[in-house]
């Protein structure tokens, strides 16, 4: 079967140096509010539902700082493999346009990566007024008085009633805008509307945003802190904390934290006793306010019997996710004589953290005895607290 072509690809522009934004290596990859600049705008694109791939334009020396840059969106079904660019801008949106041509979409989006917070909006406004011309571009409409100079002196104001401020995204005919960059070879243009313009295509003017700044020099990146702060959502959090005990039966293994360790007994329960995972659930419950485990899954329904902890767990942080937020962080401690957790710290943190979509490095699993003191010193059972920091919308 013919493959499906693409409608709409965005290509982000991020192989320039950006030697006038100061010391701390290329722009597009220094942090922003602790992430990489490129990230910030490959997400508004990648999240976009008229958006059908990306690709970035990155600088031959960049492969690394790509990588990093992009990590969270590795693996992402949307993102398409970087390719090289040239020595200007120019060159470099013509061979990101030519990476496409095996596989052709309909429309072209061109952003640069110092353009950090373009909106899902703007990029449908550029969208939408492609309907009609061979070209859009989010643009703003000038405000100020325009002067213009000659010897440091003013020597005349131009009317700014047909003044636009020209952004990005710049959205195209694929073909049509492949063909002009083509016929632009050899000549500078300072957008690539002017690149079109040059090749008589019709171009739109859409509606931009005045929060699509473009990153150039140093101070900047004070001003797009100042923006990022004002932006973004209030949260609050929350501490939850649980506990659980149980304590063994005749078995040849224990379940905790979802891993089966060997031993001479097994957690006696309804469900598979993992007294660990229980806690931790119990916690999650605590931080959002929505009661215990038993609450939510009965120890006298016969349905959870013998059931896996996982479903318990997963119920806990759907209900999180439900509710706007996120799970931040967890601390797990185990108390009991035997058996040894130590060698088994990592593999629980592990599969703590593909039930709970969580990246191990904010999962703590710990343990400890009570020097041979009370039920677990004379080992009758297993013990276990747990703490969870969750994020909410703030109220």
């Not at 700082?65 to 992009?70: C, D, G, L, N, S």
């Amino acid at each position: 079967m013919p493959v499906k072509p693409r409608h709409a690809v965005a290509l982000i522009v991020a192989a320039g140096r950006g030697t006038r934004a100061g010391e701390g290596g290329p722009k597009q990859y220094r942090l922003l509010a602790g992430k990489p600049v490129l990230a910030h705008a490959a997400a508004a694109f990648l999240d976009h539902p008229q958006i059908d791939a990306v690709r970035v334009i990155i600088h031959s020396d960049d492969g690394d700082a790509y990588a990093e840059a992009m990590a969270e969106f590795r693996g992402h079904p949307k993102l398409l493999a970087p390719v090289h660019g040239g020595a200007e801008r120019q060159d470099s949106v013509r061979l990101g346009l030519e990476s496409l041509e095996s596989d052709p979409p309909t429309l072209a989006l061109i952003h640069d990566a110092a353009r950090p917070f373009v909106s899902g909006a703007v990029i449908s406004n550029v969208i939408e007024a492609l309907g009609a011309a061979d070209g859009a571009i989010a643009a703003l409409p000038v405000f100020d008085t325009i002067k213009r100079a000659e010897g440091g002196h003013i020597a005349e104001t131009v009317p700014r009633e047909r003044l636009w401020r020209a952004q990005t995204p710049q959205g195209f005919r694929y073909r049509a805008i492949l063909d002009a960059h083509r016929k632009a070879a050899g000549k500078a243009y300072t957008d690539d509307a002017a690149v079109a313009e040059a090749a008589g295509l019709k171009v739109a003017l859409a509606l931009g945003s005045p929060d699509n700044m473009k990153i150039t020099q140093a101070e900047d990146f004070g001003m797009a802190e100042t923006l990022l702060r004002r932006k973004a959502p209030m949260h609050e959090y929350r501490t939850g904390h649980g506990y659980d005990v149980h304590a063994f039966e005749p078995g040849e293994a224990v379940i905790l934290c979802g891993v089966s360790i060997p031993h001479e007994a097994k957690l006696k329960g309804h469900s598979d006793a993992d007294a660990g995972m229980h806690a931790l659930t119990d916690a999650i419950f605590g931080a959002l306010g929505a009661g215990d485990i038993g609450d939510h899954f009965s120890p006298s329904d016969p349905q959870w019997k013998g059931a896996a902890s996982s479903i318990f767990l997963r119920k806990a942080c759907e209900l999180v996710r439900e509710a706007g937020g996120a799970v931040t962080h967890c601390d797990v401690t185990l108390v009991c004589e035997a058996p040894k957790i130590g060698p088994h710290r990592d593999a629980m943190r592990a599969a703590l953290g593909e039930i709970m979509e969580l990246d191990a490095s904010r999962i703590s699993v710990k343990a400890t005895t009570t020097e041979k003191l009370g039920f677990t010193g004379r080992r009758e059972g297993i013990a276990a607290f747990a703490t969870a920091t969750i994020r909410l919308p703030a109220r």
